[in-house]
C-alpha cells in the first residue's frame, strides 16, 4: 500500500497522460511529464519506480505502456463501485462530473431521503431510498461512498456507511467527520476553500492596472 | 496576513459555532469547539488568541463575541464578491451550493463560451459571455475567481484571470493549473479524492460482517 501523496501523484500521472498529450505521442520523458504535473523530474522517477515502471534513457517511457502500469495500480481488476448519499445539486453535480470518467470506477448507487428523488436511474446512477443504504452496499459489496449531505446529516451517514462496510469516504459537507482509524476519509471542503482564497486575495498586493 | 492552515481552521469554527451549537448556547470552552473542530483544545486558543480573541476562564468564550472576531478577520467589511468560469453542471452547482451562505461574500459574476448559457441571472449570480470576462472584473474589481471549467481550458483561463487582477483561484478543473507566486491557488481535486478513496477503501482489510 503506497502513501497517500504516492497515489494522488499516480491518479494526476494517468489523467495527464490520456488526456493532455498531442495526438499519436507515444513516447514521454519524465522531465515533460513532470512539467505537466507541476513536480521534480526525480520525483516522477521515484514514484514510477514504486510501482516497477522503467523508462529509456533515450527514449523515456513509452506512453501506453505506462498508462497500463498506473492503472494496474490505481484500478480494481474487474472494477469498483461507489455510493453517494445525498442527491442534491451537489449530488447531482458529482455523478454527472463521474460519469463515464473511468472505466473501472463508476457511482452506481445513489441515497437520498426525499422520496421525488429516488427509484430512477441517472446517468446510469439507481437512485434508492436512504433507508435500504445497508442492504445495497452489502448486496453490491460496495466499499467507497461520496457524502453529499446537508453538515448537520454528514456525521450519521458516515457511522452508516462505515457500518455497512464502507472503508474510504470523500466528504463534501461543509463539517469535519470523525470515522475509525481503518477507514480512509477526504476531506473536500469548498467552503474553506473559498473563504481562504477570498482571504488571501484580499492580502495579497493588488496588481498594477495600466488604466 | 495569517498562514493558510490557521484561516482554513478559522472558516471552519466560525462555521460549526453559526450552525452546530444548541439554540440559545451563549457560551463555549475551547475544549467544545475543540471537539467540533477535530483539533485540539490548545490549538484553538492559539488560533483565537492569534486574532486577539480571549475567553474567561470560568465561562468560556462568548459565542456571539467569538463570532463576531472570526467574522473580522475573515471578511471584508464591505463584501466581496467573487467570479466563477465554466457554468457547467459543475459551476451551477457551486452557485446554487454558495447562494445566500454568506452575507459578505458571493459569486456574483459568472462566464461560459456557450450562448446559451449566458445573459441571465442565476441564484443573484449574473451570467456574462466569456469575452467580458476581463471588462466585468476590472468594472466590479473582483480579486477571487473559481474555475470549473474542463481540464483542457483551465491554465488558458487561470491567465486571463490573473491578468484582469484576480489575486486568489480555486480550481476545479482536473489539471494542475501555474500561477505567478503572488497568486493564491487552492487545489480542489474531485477525481484524486475519489480515486484515492477507491484506492485505499479497497487495500484496507473488509470489515467482518455478522451475515
Do not use: W
Not at 499516480?10 to 489523467?15: A, G, I, P, W
Not at 493532455?20 to 505521442?25: A, S, V
Not at 507541476?38 to 521515484?46: E, G, K, L
Not at 431521503?113 to 453490491?140: A, M, S, T
Request: proline content about 7%; glycine content about 6%; charged content about 25%.
Amino acid at each position: 500500500m503506497h502513501p497517500q501523496n504516492v497515489i494522488g501523484r499516480l491518479s494526476l500521472y494517468r489523467r495527464l497522460l490520456s488526456n493532455h498529450l498531442p495526438t499519436g505521442t507515444q513516447h514521454i520523458y519524465s522531465h515533460e511529464l513532470a512539467n505537466l504535473a507541476r513536480v521534480s523530474p526525480a520525483q516522477v522517477r521515484r514514484d514510477l519506480m514504486t510501482i516497477n515502471c522503467t523508462g529509456s534513457p533515450s527514449k523515456g517511457y513509452r506512453v501506453d505502456q505506462l498508462i497500463e502500469c498506473l492503472s494496474a495500480e490505481l484500478d480494481h481488476p474487474t472494477g469498483q463501485s461507489v455510493a453517494l448519499v445525498g442527491i442534491g445539486n451537489l449530488g447531482r453535480a458529482l455523478i454527472t462530473y463521474f460519469h463515464g470518467r473511468r472505466e473501472k470506477l463508476a457511482i452506481m448507487a445513489a441515497f437520498d431521503r426525499e422520496p421525488e428523488k429516488v427509484n430512477r436511474l441517472f446517468h446510469g446512477c439507481q437512485c434508492y431510498p436512504l433507508e435500504e443504504l445497508e442492504h445495497i452496499l452489502k448486496r453490491d459489496d460496495i466499499r467507497a461512498g461520496i457524502i453529499a449531505v446537508p453538515a448537520t446529516e454528514a456525521q450519521a451517514v458516515a457511522e452508516r456507511l462505515v457500518a455497512a462496510g464502507v472503508r474510504g469516504i470523500v466528504n463534501y459537507a461543509p463539517v469535519p467527520l470523525r470515522v475509525p482509524d481503518d477507514v480512509y476519509l477526504e476531506e473536500q471542503d469548498m467552503t474553506t476553500a473559498l473563504e481562504r482564497v477570498a482571504y488571501f486575495a484580499r492580502k495579497r498586493p493588488p496588481p498594477r492596472r495600466e488604466d
